[in-house]
């Protein structure tokens, strides 16, 4: 597709279930970024890809939280035992490259609501 | 560490009306980008602009406009004669700390709703 896609886009789940979300950067991306949403809050950085490995996981909020990227295209962001505080809207970025000042372009997030 | 403080929350305008959004972050560093995302109720975040900080020009891009003052550490973003269609959550957002990749501290973002 043209932009960056995330699946699902609602995904409601009951207190101590996994969950599994998926990004789709755009072709050729090379930086995939995962951020959480709170409800009327800014966005939080997870982790940071480049190519396959993740240089930076430094904002996942707990060994909960996993990560991973294949083939450098699709990532999968993983949540065990989910909690209600991991409510959220999950957003997926790319970039072309990873630099400082590139424009990453974002997909329209998966909500999670854990009930 | 960074920091972006947007200190308006929300926003109501009718349109046609001039609206500013402030934003004013915090970094130690010498180099550093900021940008404005625009988040439509759709959800995915747009790209308006980026800025490094050793280039304080203003700028204009249609009915949008941008001033940047290292002074204030202020990055603020005005809509002229602003539409419905403008209605959604503005967020101002920094990469600093020396990453070399695009990793982003967002301020909170404020909701901008524009009147008919």
Known sequence: GAGVSQSPSNKVTEKGKDVELRCDPISGHTAL??????LGQGLEFLIYFQGNSAPDKSGLPSDRFSAERTGESVSTLT???TQQEDSAVYLCASSLVAGADTEAFFGQGTRLTVV | AQKVTQAQTEISVVEKEDVTLD???ETRDTTYYLFWYKQPPSGELVFLIRRNSFDEQ???SGRYSWNFQKSTSSFNFTITASQ???SAVYFCALNAGGTSYGKLTFGQGTILTVHP
């Open chain 1, 33 to 38: 970024y995962w951020y959480r949403q709170r």
């Open chain 1, 79 to 81: 949540i065990q035992r």
């Open chain 2, 23 to 25: 934003c004013v972050y």
């Open chain 2, 58 to 60: 203003n700028e204009i």
């Open chain 2, 84 to 86: 419905v269609v403008d």
